[in-house]
T-cell receptor
Framework: QVQLQESGPGLVKPSETLSLTCAVS?????????WGWIRQPPGKGLEWIGS?????????NPSLKSRVTISVDTSKNQFSLKLSSVTAADTAVYYC??????FGEGYFDYWGQGTLVTVSS | EIVLTQSPGTLSLSPGERATLSCRAS???????LAWYQQKPGQAPRLLIY???SRATGIPDRFSGSGSGTDFTLTISRLEPEDFAVYYC?????????FGQGTKLEIK
């Protein structure tokens, strides 16, 4: 069973960089699939942030592209998100998920439980 | 960017009734790339439907998806108490994903 688990600071100061990691178990990242980040501000809808392949190939949401970096560490079977210059508008629950685009599909089939990141001084 | 508009915003029904949720796209979406998710409070979204009409693993057959082009529908044939939640549609195109704003299905 594929499982994903987000980790990282729950509180980030404005203008700083948000950093999260997603540990994957039950499936080797190197075996295929893209791996993505999605966020959800409190009480609001879902927003795709970006996705990465084990080779390092990335796709980003154009609205966030200038501030986002997603990286992968196949040796640890995990991938990471960095979002720079954060503001209160970046306060959200951040989810990691498996992205099926590499198999001719277009959806997220496994999700982490999510982690709340609050941007506040 | 393809914008997905879901309607209604809130749907109030009773257990045993039929629910029909709509998702309209601002431009044509490939049926292969239209999905539906269910989200309960405090939980991650759960994949229900992919490819507009294929049920994900373990999803009961009371859930069905249909549609093409710009108009898609999620139907729950007979509501169970555990079906009351928020539902999101999602599309994939031009290497990016967008989600609808959600429909809240609440108990009447």
């Amino acid at each position: 069973q594929v499982q994903l688990q987000e980790s990282g600071p729950g509180l980030v100061k404005p203008s700083e960089t948000l950093s999260l990691t997603c540990a994957v178990s039950g499936y080797s990242i190197s075996s295929g699939y893209y791996w993505g980040w999605i966020r959800q501000p409190p009480g609001k809808g879902l927003e795709w942030i970006g996705s990465i392949y084990h080779s390092g190939s990335t796709y980003y949401n154009p609205s966030l592209k200038s501030r986002v970096t997603i990286s992968v560490d196949t040796s640890k079977n995990q991938f990471s998100l960095k979002l720079s210059s954060v503001t209160a508008a970046d306060t959200a629950v951040y989810y990691c998920a498996r992205d099926t685009r590499g198999f001719g599909e277009g959806y997220f089939d496994y999700w982490g439980q999510g982690t709340l990141v609050t941007v506040s001084s | 960017e393809i914008v997905l508009t879901q309607s209604p915003g809130t749907l109030s029904l009773s257990p045993g009734e039929r629910a029909t949720l709509s998702c309209r796209a601002s431009q044509s979406v490939s049926s292969s790339y239209l999905a539906w998710y269910q989200q309960k409070p405090g939980q991650a979204p759960r994949l229900l439907i992919y490819g507009a009409s294929s049920r994900a693993t373990g999803i009961p057959d009371r859930f069905s998806g249909s549609g093409s082009g710009t108009d898609f529908t999620l139907t729950i044939s007979r509501l169970e108490p555990e079906d009351f939640a928020v539902y999101y549609c999602q599309q994939y195109g031009s290497s990016r994903y967008t989600f609808g704003q959600g429909t809240k299905l609440e108990i009447k």
